[in-house]
């Protein structure tokens, strides 16, 4: 009840804070990624506001996840257990130039993953720390981060390119993210992105396997190669069509020093979503 309460106030606060700045949005993500054996739902909802200045760029986005997973099969391991998990989220973006030609961008970002009961375990501390050099339309940002894309916490290298093509199409290719922006009209665009991610939650009930392992965790990959449609439907409203196909998609139990204690073999398959936001 007190995680719940918690949770409440956190997102009341950042919808407080939203209306205060010069831009806040407020977005509602739902998203299915049907399998032969497991059907992956996904309900998102998020919080943003960001404030620019001729010195700085600040932004903040704090989000709150529901996933449930529906088993076909009988055999998997703690079948009525192990298919709920909830996710909170703060990401914190600063940006500053240091001069016309570059930029450091800086990202903290907290989060609680955890399956019914949040605890000072399921805490996460992940964030970025990148060098953007800007040359005319193109963009090129290298850095380090500390991520969960494949499952679980490590460093890892950021890159990025952007490239304004022309007036209506760019192009944002890198690690973990890239996509292609095609707008035909003001109000219309399209999008074709391939993106890497992952999380890993922590299990409400643990298993000591000996002294030094304990299985108390699932993880969470997946590589997305998706089409999305975006519109524009007036000045506050937006709505966003998204269909793909999920590549290298991992679900596992492992340990607190991670290794896999059950892979449940998830196929890959198609992910189908539905979004809607505001803006203001």
């Known amino acids: 009840m007190r995680i719940k309460t918690f949770i409440i106030l956190l997102l009341a606060m950042a919808f407080h804070t939203a209306k205060a700045q010069n831009g806040y949005a407020v ?12 059907t992956v739902n996904e309900t998102k909802i998020g919080f943003s506001y960001e404030k620019n200045s001729h010195f700085s760029t600040l932004k903040n986005v704090l989000s709150y ?4 997973i529906n088993y076909q099969l009988e055999s998997y391991d703690l079948h009525n257990s192990n298919n709920h998990f909830i996710s909170i989220e703060n990401v914190f973006t600063f940006s500053r130039p240091i001069n016309k030609a570059i930029q450091w961008n800086l990202t903290l970002h907290p989060t609680l993953n ?21 040359v005319n339309t193109t963009k090129i940002n290298l850095g380090v981060m500390r991520s969960t894309v494949f499952g679980q916490s490590e460093i890892l290298p950021y890159v990025s390119l952007f490239q304004q093509i022309n007036k209506q199409t760019f192009a944002e290719i890198g690690f973990p993210n890239s996509r292609i922006v ?29 002294e030094n392992n304990t ?24 709505i966003s069509l998204k ?7 991992e679900y596992q139990k492992t ?10 073999n998830l196929n890959n398959g198609p992910t189908f979503s539905v979004g809607l936001q505001y803006k203001h």
Do not use: C
């Open 215 to 238: 299985a108390d965790r699932v993880r969470f990959s997946q590589m997305t190669t998706a089409l999305e449609f975006q519109r524009n439907m007036d000045k506050n409203w937006y």
């Open 65 to 68: 996840t529901n996933t449930s």
């Open 255 to 264: 340990t607190n020093t991670n290794t896999t204690v059950l892979d449940y």
């Open 114 to 134: 955890f399956q019914n009961t949040g605890t000072f375990s399921s805490f996460n501390f992940l964030g970025q720390f990148s060098l953007e050099y800007n």
């Open 182 to 210: 095609y707008a035909n009209t003001t109000r219309n665009s399209f999008s074709l992105s391939n993106n890497f991610a992952g999380t890993y939650y922590k299990l409400d009930h643990t298993t000591n396997l000996d």
């Open 27 to 38: 977005d509602l993500n739902i998203k299915t990624e049907p399998t032969k054996n497991t």
């Open 243 to 249: 269909t793909g196909y999920v590549f290298n998609k």
